[in-house]
């Protein structure tokens, strides 16, 4: 029984060992930790191209009592939009955020509204991502 402890006890010190020397980048028998594990992996520097011309739009409606708002933005000509969201701002319990979504890959569209009628004065944000196609 104790040397059944002792194996495992070794198989668990083995695999932290391997764990640890792939983690430094060595391969099991390299001489060198500083030898990467994948040589055919592209570093930041020399790896694909990004987006290009990425660039942040938004949209704020009135801060008023309007029981329902719509706000869309869009990319300008040559770019598309590949994230967007939006945030309702409301001292209301009474407002949701009812949509927020992409539109055709050139808008994000957002829609919020009064859950329950209220008098206080609240806005929706809408913002997206654009990238240059």
């Not at 070794?10 to 390299?30: K, N, V, Y």
Request: proline letters at 4%; one cysteine or more; charged letters at 25%.
């Amino acid at each position: 029984m104790l040397a059944d402890r002792h194996r495992r006890r070794r198989r668990t010190d083995h695999g932290r060992e391997r764990a640890e020397r792939l983690a430094h980048g060595s391969r099991p028998g390299s001489q060198h930790a500083e030898e990467p594990s994948h040589p055919e992996r592209h570093t930041a520097a020399e790896g694909p191209a990004g987006f290009a011309g990425i660039q942040l739009v938004s949209e704020i409606t009135a801060n008023d009592t309007t029981n329902e708002k719509l706000v869309d933005v869009t990319c300008p000509a040559g770019k598309r939009i590949i994230a967007g969201g939006a945030t309702v701002y409301s001292a209301s319990n009474d407002v949701a955020l009812t949509e927020s979504s992409v539109d055709n890959l050139i808008a994000w569209q957002a829609r919020g509204v009064e859950t329950d009628y209220t008098d206080e004065k609240w806005s929706l944000r809408v913002w997206g991502v654009c990238v240059q196609v």
